[in-house]
């Protein structure tokens, strides 16, 4: 069945190292999203793509960088120039003529 | 600039009652208003939207009211459930983004809790 998944759903790191979030959708959306959420916020938007080869910055785009290289991926990493990187990331997408965003399961990044 | 704002952090109602959610907008460019629901660890799920150009949408136990000149938005969980315990998000859109799709804008999210 179609869906998006984020892989791992837990992740550990050390200060200063860059880590890559997965993000992989079967629903043939042409649009997918990268937000952050902290405790008691509501989501901001990272980074997002509207097709391949192509993607924009979002609201706290720094620190962080992706690609899309093939439709249904649109992996994150999380750069060592990130100041506050803990944090739940959530992966989103949504086809072209549609107001409502699917989410992923979302990856849970700790870092020390 | 907090565009979409959800004021009450957090909700507690008895199961069989009606939970009222609520949130405000700030930006009148805004059309169209999503509520997501999420459980700890998880996605959001998608749970109902409303468009401007309407005042009320229902589906099931769900209904989600728009006053545009008070710009301001509520949903009702009728009758609540314990299974209804999550954190709700409204979301707005209304910024089109490079190359066609729109910007959700999220409030910060509302506990709710529906006690047996």
């Known amino acids: 069945d179609g869906g998006i998944t984020q892989s791992p759903k837990y992740l550990f790191r050390k200060e200063g190292q860059n880590v890559t979030l997965s993000c992989e959708q079967n629903?043939?959306?042409?649009?997918m999203y990268w937000y952050r959420q902290d405790p008691g916020q509501g989501l901001r938007l990272i980074y997002y793509?509207?097709?391949?080869?192509?993607?924009q910055k979002g609201d706290i785009a720094e620190g962080y960088s992706v690609s899309r290289e093939k439709k249904e991926s649109f992996p994150l990493t999380v750069t060592s120039a990130q100041k506050n990187p803990t944090a739940f990331y959530l992966c989103?997408?949504?086809?072209?003529?549609?107001?409502?965003?699917?989410f992923g399961p979302g990856t849970r990044l700790t870092v020390t | 600039d907090q565009q979409v704002k959800q004021n009450s952090p957090s909700l507690s109602v008895q199961e069989g009652r009606i939970s009222i959610l609520n949130c405000d907008y700030t930006?009148?460019?805004?059309?169209?208003f999503l509520w997501y629901k999420k459980y700890p660890a998880e996605g959001p799920t998608f749970l109902i939207s409303?468009?401007?150009?309407?005042d009320k949408n229902e589906d099931g136990r769900f209904t989600v009211f728009l006053n545009k000149s008070a710009k301001h938005l509520s949903l009702h969980i009728v009758p609540s459930q314990p299974g209804d315990s999550a954190v709700y998000f409204c979301?707005?859109?209304?910024?089109?983004?490079?190359?066609?799709?729109?910007?959700?804008?999220f409030g910060k999210g509302t506990k709710l809790t529906v006690n047996p």
């Open positions: 989103a997408s949504t086809g072209r003529t549609s107001y409502e965003q699917y």
């Open positions: 629903l043939n959306h042409d649009a």
């Open positions: 793509s509207q097709i391949v080869n192509d993607f």
């Open positions: 930006n009148s460019m805004f059309d169209y």
């Open positions: 409303i468009s401007s150009i309407k």
């Open positions: 979301a707005a859109s209304g910024y089109p983004l490079q190359g066609g799709s729109e910007k959700l804008v």
